[in-house]
């Protein structure tokens, strides 16, 4: 599993970090309602330089940017 230098940035980032500059939104946001406390969204997203894919979650139970696929 090898990803680029930005990736690998992006996995230390916090729920308020943005997506770097060549990581893109894939579809749209899932959207997820009535779990305790409230709901919450999870957006993916494709690195165009890797191939790299995360999902970026607003659910604080989960970590804020997960990387599923390099
Ligand atoms: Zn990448």
């Known amino acids: 599993m090898k990803i ?6 992006q996995t230390k980032k916090t729920r308020n970090g943005k997506p770097h500059e060549d990581l893109k939104r894939v579809e ?3 959207i997820f309602k ?7 969204t999870e957006q ?5 330089v890797c191939g790299a894919k995360f ?3 607003t659910n604080k139970n989960d970590l804020s ?3 599923w696929q390099a």
């Open 44 to 48: 993916d997203y494709c690195c165009l």
């Open 34 to 40: 009535g779990t305790k406390p409230r709901g919450y």
């Open 28 to 30: 749209a946001p899932r």
């Open 65 to 67: 940017w997960t990387l």
């Open 4 to 9: 680029c230098p930005q990736c690998e940035e």
């Open 55 to 57: 999902t970026h979650s």
